[in-house]
């Protein structure tokens, strides 16, 4: 069964910091494509970062809204994915799910709320 599960999310005031984590189980992550979406309040989906693999690897995308704040760890040998928030404002509230890039299969997201 293919699972992704996301937590650490929560409140945090402006100019605060979040890790996000990201298990994975049921399919081999470390060949697989992975990106960390958001949907804002009353908002679609937005993308905010792609972590790729094979040929790639080593090499993270990032939305210009998030890029030098954010930064996407992925670490193959725990089937783990991270994404640490830095400087965060309240446009960044928004829930946060991990996704399979090839089919956007993705986890029940979790809560960043930015606010003081």
């Known amino acids: 069964e293919i699972r992704l599960v996301e937590s650490g999310g929560g409140l945090v005031q402006p100019g605060g910091s979040l890790r996000l984590s990201c298990a994975a189980s049921?399919?081999?992550?470390?060949?697989?494509?992975m990106k960390w979406v958001r949907q804002p309040p009353g908002k679609g989906l937005e993308w905010v970062s792609t972590?790729?693999?094979?040929?790639?690897?080593?090499?993270?995308t990032y939305a210009v809204s998030v890029k030098g704040r954010f930064t996407t760890i992925r670490d193959d040998a725990k089937n783990m994915l991270y994404l640490q928030m830095n400087n965060l404002t309240p446009d960044d509230s928004a829930v946060y799910f991990c996704?399979?890039?090839?089919?956007?299969?993705r986890g029940q997201g979790t809560q960043v709320t930015v606010s003081s």
């Open positions: 049921g399919f081999p992550f470390a060949s697989t494509v």
């Open positions: 996704a399979r890039v090839q089919d956007d299969w």
């Open positions: 972590s790729f693999v094979g040929m790639a690897a080593n090499i993270t």
